[in-house]
Every structure is written in C-alpha cells, then in structure tokens.
C-alpha cells in the first residue's frame, strides 16, 4: 500500500519563476493538505482540498494556489518566487469522514530559489 | 501568533533514559492532539496522538500525558535509543479534516 507520494524530491528555480508541485495521496485518503516547513520550523498549513475545492486557507499570498484532481491527486503552484519561498514543501493526505482521522505526510519537495 | 509552544527546543539525553518534550496551546477549541516524528529529509510521521477526554495514552514506549485544564501535554519516550534521535514535533487541530497547527519542533539527540 503506497504512501502519500510527492514529486519532485528537489527543485531549483530562480526569483520570479514559477513552479508546480505534485502529490498523490495515500489510497483511500481523498483530502489533501499542503504545508510548507521552513529549515528549523515546524510546517505551516497553506491550503487544503477535497471534493476538488479550496476548503481551508492559511495566511499565504494569492501567489500560492492549487488543484485537486478527480483521482484525488493533487498540485501545488507557486508564482512569482521569492527567495522567502525556499523550503521544504509537504503534502498530506486523509481521510474527511470517520472522526479524527490522522493526517500522513509524503516526504516533501524540497524547493531552493536562487 | 503561535498557538501551539513546544519545548525544549533541542534534548539531549543517554541511552535508556527517558526522553520529555512538552507543548502548550491557547485555543481550547483544539480536540486533537498528535505527534509527529520526523528524521533528517524525510517527512512528518504520525507518532500517536490523544483527545483532551484522555488523560493519558501509551503505545510502546511512547506515552502522551494531557493536562485539559493546564492546557498542556506532554511526549514521554522511556528507554531512550539511538535510533530515537529525530525532531519531535506536536501538533494541534479544532475538529474533524481541519488544519493540523503544529510546534515548533524538538530536536532530540540519544547518546550511546
């Protein structure tokens, strides 16, 4: 049973370009969370999807949007970088209905912006 | 505004000691406390997690103490190994698919 699964692992970009990530979630899990963890921080919530729509928002600039597919998988998009975008980029998966359900993590995308 | 304060912010300790890390929150909408694991290039693993009607809850050698009225809990590692040493990181969220509103991190280290 695969895990959350994010691509790619690493990503260099310059300032102003813009860049996608993908994420697949774990099977049976059909929302998906993005967080974005600074080096030495804990991951801050940036957005979360599920039925294809923007559910919840954390206090992230418009530059910073997404898309849930009908398969569940997922895509974050980044525009107009700034150095500050540099970090490691996290998807999480889980399931809306049951109670608390746990949140799983991919591995992340690591994003560098030079 | 940090809603979730963790600390220390970095633990050393020796093997088979016991290991604590502690974390406070100020929303007491908050109903869902886990901890996560998280090894150098990897991501967040779940660890365990405890609602506020639980006083305490152990699965191996890992037990989370919550004190509701404190709003306070606590990560307790007894026999401490060296493959242990990771960055702890306690988390909250308000109700069912919300936001997890994580610390920010303990770094711990287990001597030999």
């Known amino acids: 049973d695969a895990g959350v699964t994010q691509s790619p692992t690493h990503l260099i970009k310059t300032r102003g370009q813009q860049v996608t990530l993908r994420c697949s979630p774990k099977?049976?899990?059909?929302?998906v969370s993005w967080y974005q963890q600074a080096l030495g921080q804990g991951p801050q919530f940036i957005f979360q999807y599920y039925e294809e729509e923007e559910r919840q928002r954390g206090n992230f600039p418009d530059r910073f949007s997404g898309h849930q597919f009908p398969n569940y998988s997922s895509e974050l998009n980044v525009n107009a970088l700034l150095l500050g975008d540099s970090a490691l980029y996290l998807c999480?998966?889980?399931?809306?209905?049951?109670?608390?359900?746990?949140?799983?993590f991919g591995d992340g995308t690591r994003l560098s912006i030079l | 505004q940090q809603q979730v304060k963790q600390s220390p912010q970095s633990l050393i300790v020796q093997k088979g000691g016991i290991s604590i890390i502690n974390c406070a929150y100020e929303n007491t909408a908050f109903d869902y406390f886990p901890w996560y694991q998280q090894f150098p290039g990897k991501g967040p693993a779940l660890l365990i997690a405890?609602?506020?009607?639980?006083r305490e809850k152990k699965e191996g050698r890992f037990t989370i103490s919550f004190n509701k009225s404190a709003k306070q809990f606590s990560l307790h590692i007894m026999d401490s190994q060296p493959g242990d040493s990771a960055t702890y990181f306690c988390a909250a969220m308000k109700s069912s698919g919300d936001k997890l509103t994580f610390g920010t991190g303990t770094r711990l280290a287990v001597r030999p």
């Open positions: 405890i609602r506020p009607d639980v």
């Open positions: 099977s049976g899990h059909d929302t």
């Open positions: 999480a998966s889980s399931k809306r209905t049951g109670g608390h359900q746990p949140q799983h």
